[in-house]
């Protein structure tokens, strides 16, 4: 039997979050729960305090697939900052890999990465490898959560 579950990402701003990753991984934003207005309704009938809602914009704080196939996240208040590497990451791969040749990929992922930081990466880190056919960006999302283009 396979265990349903979806990703949850730590950070200070989870909307401006999900908004970031929906545009990155072509998803959508989470729509309420069937019989709520608004997520802060839903969230008001799961018991979280009005002060955690207090200040905060009642919009989407998770993504989902368009298709349905794809893994639901979820952006998940939390007070501190991120302070060192992440230990899961996200690898987007959008260059079909080796069995491209390695210029084909490396426009590929260069087109992406230029998409990526116009909605609010930074890169990271270059992994440029041609003798052994591989290239790929790391990448950190708007609040430091690194990610691999390849």
Excluded at 32 to 59: I, N, T
Aim: with cysteine.
């Amino acid at each position: 039997m396979t265990t349903r579950m979806q990703i949850t990402i730590d950070c200070a701003e989870p909307t401006a979050l999900a908004r970031f990753w929906a545009t990155a991984l072509h998803y959508d934003p989470a729509p309420p729960p069937s019989g709520f207005a608004s997520w802060h309704a839903w969230y008001r009938s799961v018991g979280v305090p009005e002060e955690e809602l207090a200040g905060q914009p009642d919009e989407p704080d998770r993504i989902v697939d368009p298709a349905g196939v794809g893994p639901k996240f979820w952006f998940q208040r939390v007070p501190e900052p991120k302070t060192v590497k992440n230990r899961v990451h996200l690898d987007l791969d959008v260059s079909k890999g080796r069995g491209q040749p390695l210029e084909e990929r490396r426009a590929v992922v260069e087109s992406e990465v230029e998409r990526l930081r116009a909605a609010g990466a930074s890169v990271f880190r270059v992994l440029d490898d041609p003798a052994n056919s591989y290239f790929a960006v790391v990448l950190q999302d708007p609040e430091g959560n690194e990610f691999c283009v390849c």
